[in-house]
């Protein structure tokens, strides 16, 4: 009964109709072709065993690509391969606009069930926080979406010292990523 009057509904919402969805910016691991692409298809392994894979289907759909409207600080954490879009504050905001990048990513409209758990899945807010961004998209228009940042107070030192901004997180640096579920487990 429920299920088929869900999907009937699913039909009738137009792709000009964004109500409901939430347009997200991803630069690192996210994106298509990386290690946690999969999470857009099909939620984290939890999720999907006690969901059924096919209720996240289509609950992020690409968008197009983008880069950050403001010169932005991408940084990738060595100890992880994890890339970090760093959140500034008053007394950093002069590094971002001296070594930071238009940095690349792509868009995505996602639910909000997918929204949810992709706050999940990026630990918002105790770790990452989901926050509003400006994007410029191929036809020079600008948009401001929402995009998972690092508060730069929680960035590791060394990674700032470095002075290592990417303008994009590509191949080489996923290939030696680790992710969560394969990390040493952190004892209190």
């Not at 990513?105 to 807010?125: I, N, R």
């Not at 995009?147 to 290592?164: H, I």
């Not at 901004?165 to 992710?179: G, I, K, R, S, T």
């Amino acid at each position: 009964g429920s299920q088929s009057a869900a999907r009937g509904g699913e039909e009738r919402r137009t792709q000009h109709n964004t109500m409901g969805l939430t347009r997200l910016f991803f630069y690192g691991t996210l994106k298509r072709g990386f290690p946690n692409h999969y999470v857009l298809n099909f939620g984290t392994a939890s999720t999907a065993v006690a969901e059924g894979a096919q209720e996240l289907a289509n609950k992020a759909v690409f968008v197009g690509e983008a880069v950050t409207a403001q010169l932005t600080r991408l940084v990738v954490d060595p100890t992880h391969q994890v890339p970090y879009l760093l959140a500034e504050d008053t007394t950093t905001q002069h590094e971002a606009e001296s070594h930071g990048h238009h940095v690349a990513g792509e868009l995505y409209d996602v639910d909000k069930d997918m929204l949810a758990m992709l706050d999940e899945f990026e630990s918002h807010p105790s770790w990452y926080l989901r926050s509003p961004i400006t994007v410029q998209l191929p036809n020079g228009q600008s948009e401001t979406v929402e995009t998972y940042t690092l508060p730069v107070a929680r960035c590791p030192q060394s990674v700032l010292d470095s002075k290592d901004f990417l303008q994009n997180y590509d191949l080489e640096h996923a290939h030696n990523y680790v992710p969560p579920h394969l990390r040493p487990k952190k004892t209190k």
